[in-house]
């Protein structure tokens, strides 16, 4: 099998023997056996540290989640600085998680909890900060300083949760550059290997923004406010 | 220059840091890898807590001091588990999305060796989500991360009588420069070692001991490095790990035979034993939840669906799961007092790659998340405490001259030998020979390997020259760590002569409570590896 990776701006290929294996096993197999200096980021293998997250013919996947065909192109995530070859720094884009205050602001007595209240965010605390969304978003091409998918996703995994005090300070951190600033296109919600949709959670945001006054600020631009009486579109 | 520098930054280190913070020290936290990448993300199974009706803390205490098969400090495990409940309020605080029971209270079930459902759970990502529950309290408290940088070297304020560690030189990954970080004091968070057993593990890449070789090159003693925990099933062929709830729930063994053969959810050091045993035996043996439902399979279990068809291309509800036991946790590490102080005066240590000694000869599945959050907290706490104690460390570029030595000289190896090689090997023979049944032959013989591995370096060294994230480079520098910790782990094996918890000798069947219920004690003393043993705590006499 014919593995092409992408490094430096150059395609490589590698032929590679190991039947059945995952893409990673694979990176190991030529960087153990035939070329040393080729450089990716790993770590458990069982798809939960968010590590080798990367791009195949375009889409991104877990390295350690994918089996590959003959011919396949291996190429670093998108919209984040390469370091080198596979390996991308991901500090500007952790960076967003401070700016959407994703963490909790819980209060002195917490309340009980039902199978139900806990359902509502199962799924989007399963993140691992993988990056793959990050690298799907088409908005960076325009705006740097989108705080992005997996960070809404986040800033939403805390607002509805029903310990979290500070619903508004939430909602408050993710108006600029952010919930209104996605297209809501769509492109995070199939390369997610949690099967998370940050474009979904992105929505929830806008509603719970709207319940709470906010609007979009693309309408608000065109004769400033709602105007109920002809839909703006 | 900081009060406290945590090296790690994986569940141990963010508890940890945390903590200092809070008692007022200024806090860096350095890691070779990105906060939510470390090991900690791989625990699924939960955190045990006596907060369910009818458990009790004392319970609690029995079943880990039972486990521990004489080598659990009362003192340690009292403080473990009694702490342990307002740990997991703790973590309920900060956001943990723990499953629920229809009383809306944690849900919790029973792994191996608990008389009762004691493990608090969020489905089988338990470790994951407290894991970025901690990243994101951190990020909220501001904690200084400096990501991507490898531990090379302790570095020590030597003023003849009076010997402190005061900092690390790091090899940043991305720039290829070393750097010093100095403080007042360190705590040494960076997991454990079953990468020893490469292949071997269910754990990450990264589990490569590096903290407890530099503690050991620091002059730190070492203790019970011989207890390896050998987690009853990996997937056959790339053991991977497939949680202990699934047998907590009620999935079966079988053999090649498709009988049941031994008890599901006896403690993981003889179940281990009793699978490897079969799979001489019969040839093979499987793990069998189909009985447990599709719905149940992925509302309970879903990443374990996921691997074993992934790895494995079997489907859990439908076809038998291949497994084997595998290395997964060393109860070993750098000794350290009640403070989590380690034997050198300023380095604390938490987490795997310490030894609280609250599991002894086997630890009980969920006491290890238990762990890094109730001495995480000690170990930040005291840390920021003694760093208070201090005066202004003397700086000296000493050390990060000498580790700029020791990367000139590797720079100049040969490459004759592939180390990547005699890293596979390494595992191989351990798993072979100091892995679930020991032998004095067999240990004699992969000590001499070892020591071939070790005179065998200068002709071993990295291929490539990059300047700029070099894993090749890190890579071989992790297996000049693990070769240290191989030799003393050995040395250890080898003079238990006794059987007791994970530590099984064939030539030694029986446990010897009156020479061995003692902790071994490892130092190096001008690179060679010295070996004693040290007396167990009993609890503390309550006036």
């Not at chain 2, 032998?439 to 065998?456: D, I, P």
Request: proline share 3%.
């Amino acid at each position: 099998m014919i593995l092409n990776i992408m490094r430096s701006g150059e395609q490589v290929s590698y032929k590679v023997s190991t039947k059945e294996a995952t893409l990673l096993q694979l990176l190991s197999e030529i960087k153990t056996t035939q070329d040393a200096t080729l450089s990716f980021a790993s770590g458990c293998r069982s798809s939960v540290c968010g590590s080798c997250a990367m791009r195949v013919n375009g889409k991104e996947v877990l390295a350690c989640a994918y089996k590959p065909q003959s011919g396949d192109l291996v190429e670093p995530l998108r919209n984040v600085p390469v370091i080198r070859d596979l390996v991308v720094d991901m500090e500007k884009a952790l960076s967003f998680n401070k700016v959407a205050q994703s963490w909790a602001v819980s209060a002195a007595k917490l309340p009980a909890i039902t199978p139900e209240d806990a359902s509502v965010n199962e799924v989007q605390s399963d993140c691992i900060l993988c990056g793959a969304c990050y690298s799907a978003c088409p908005v960076y091409a325009v705006n740097p300083e989108f705080i992005g998918p997996f960070a809404l996703t986040r800033n939403w995994r805390y607002v509805s949760d029903k310990r979290e005090e500070d619903v508004a300070g939430k909602i408050a951190a993710v108006q600029s550059n952010g919930i209104w600033d996605c297209t809501l296109c769509g492109e995070c919600v199939p390369v997610c290997p949690q099967g998370i949709a940050p474009k979904s959670d992105i929505d929830m945001l806008r509603n719970k923004s709207n319940v709470l006054g906010y609007m979009d600020p693309k309408y608000a631009d065109f004769g400033g406010g709602l105007d109920f009486g002809a839909p703006v579109f | 220059m900081v009060d406290v520098l945590v090296i790690g930054s994986g569940g141990a280190g963010m508890v940890a840091a945390l903590a200092a913070q809070e008692a007022g020290a200024s806090v860096a936290v350095v890691s070779k890898t990105y906060p939510t990448r470390s090991q900690t993300c791989m625990a699924q199974g939960g955190i045990n807590a006596s907060i369910g009706e009818g458990d009790s803390v004392e319970s609690h205490i029995a079943d880990t001091l039972k486990s521990a098969q004489g080598l659990g400090d009362e003192a340690a495990i009292d403080k473990l588990c009694r702490e342990g409940v307002e740990a997991v309020v703790w973590l309920d605080s900060i956001g943990v999305p723990f499953s629920r029971s229809a009383e809306s209270k944690i849900a919790q079930r029973r792994l191996g060796g608990a008389s009762t459902d004691r493990a608090c759970y969020a489905q089988d990502y338990t470790g994951l989500k407290i894991l970025h529950s901690l990243y994101d309290s951190c990020l909220k408290a501001e904690i200084e991360f400096h990501n991507e940088h490898f531990l090379m070297e302790l570095i020590i304020d030597d003023r003849g009588d009076d010997r402190r560690v005061c900092g690390a030189v790091f090899k940043e990954l991305k720039s290829g420069e070393l750097k010093s970080f100095y403080a007042k004091t360190v705590i040494m968070a960076t997991g454990g070692y079953s990468r020893v057993y490469d292949h071997y593990s269910t754990n990450a890449t990264g589990s490569t001991g590096d903290g407890l070789a530099a503690a050991l090159r620091a002059g730190a003693v070492v203790s019970d490095l011989e207890f390896v925990q050998f987690h009853p099933t990996g997937l056959k062929n790339a053991s991977i790990l497939i949680s202990e709830s699934a047998r907590g729930a009620g999935g079966h063994l079988l053999n090649a035979h498709g009988d049941r053969f031994t008890d599901e959810l006896q403690p993981r050091d003889a179940l281990s034993r009793a699978i490897d045993e079969e799979i001489k035996k019969s040839g093979a043996v499987f793990l069998d939840i189909r009985h447990l439902g599709e719905n149940f399979i992925d509302h309970e279990l879903p990443q374990e669906r996921k691997l074993a068809k992934l790895y494995e291309n079997v489907d859990p509800v439908t076809d038998l799961i291949p497994i084997k036991p595998v290395a997964h946790y060393t109860m070993g590490g750098i000794a350290v007092d009640e403070r989590a102080e380690s034997t050198l005066d300023g380095l604390f240590a938490v987490g795997e790659c310490a030894n609280h000694n609250v599991h002894g000869a086997n630890r009980l599945g969920g006491n290890s998340l238990l762990e890094l959050i109730v001495f995480g907290k000690e170990a930040g706490s005291s840390a920021a405490k003694a760093a208070k104690e201090y005066a202004e460390v003397q700086v000296s570029e000493k050390t990060e001259a000498e580790v700029e030595q020791l990367l000139a000289a590797i720079k100049s190896y040969t490459n004759e030998v592939d180390f990547y090689q005699k890293r596979t090997e390494l595992g191989a023979l351990f798993y072979r020979n100091a892995g679930i049944k020991r032998s004095e032959k067999g240990l004699l013989t992969a000590l001499e390997q070892v020591h071939g591995m070790q005179h065998q370096l200068p002709k071993m060294g990295a291929l490539d020259g990059s300047k700029v994230y070099n894993t090749n480079l890190m890579e071989f520098v992790e297996f000049t760590n693990m070769l240290t910790l191989a030799e003393a782990m050995l040395a250890a094996m080898l003079e238990r002569k006794e059987s007791r918890g994970a530590h099984a000798r064939v030539d030694f069947s029986e446990r010897d409570d009156v020479l061995y219920n003692r902790h071994s004690a490892v130092l190096l003393h001008n690179r060679r590896v010295e070996i004693g043993f040290t007396q167990v705590r009993a609890k503390v006499q309550e006036v």
